[in-house]
């Protein structure tokens, strides 16, 4: 079982940035991939980015490729997204999300289905 706790969200400007930590617990936590996604109102949750256990690997939305960045701290059992020149778009509540993986095989169904434990989400609100 993992227990995943998001921090970080709140208001900003367009062009502005904002960091997200997931604190995760659980006796498995720093070996399982790890993942963020996010529901806009009124849409359907998608996936915004994974890394895998070891941080060797990570994997992007084309929406947030060259925006956001995903990183994992596993002495800490911490995940993170920095998001840069964020849009009114990328309002949305965001999720933390693990998996046992491994995400290079799983990474298709992450798109569709999701990770196997979420946290409650954190919302992030970008002005115009």
């Known amino acids: 079982q993992v227990q995943l706790v998001e921090s970080g969200g709140g208001l900003v400007q367009a062009g502005g940035s904002l960091r997200l930590s997931c604190a995760a617990s659980?006796?498995?936590?720093?070996?399982?991939?790890m993942g963020w996604f996010r529901q806009a109102p009124g849409k359907e949750r998608e996936f915004v980015a994974a890394i895998s256990w070891s941080g060797g690997s990570t994997y992007y939305a084309d929406s947030v490729k060259g925006r956001f960045t995903i990183s994992r701290t596993n002495a800490k059992n911490t995940l993170y997204l920095q998001m840069n020149s964020l849009k009114p778009e990328d309002t949305a509540v965001y999720y933390c999300?693990?998996?046992?993986?491994?995400?290079?095989?799983?990474?298709?169904?992450?798109?569709?289905?999701?990770?196997?434990?979420w946290g409650k989400g954190t919302l992030v609100t970008v002005s115009s």
């Open positions: 659980g006796r498995t936590a720093s070996s399982y991939a």
């Open positions: 999300a693990a998996d046992p993986g491994p995400v290079a095989t799983k990474i298709t169904s992450y798109y569709g289905y999701g990770m196997d434990y």
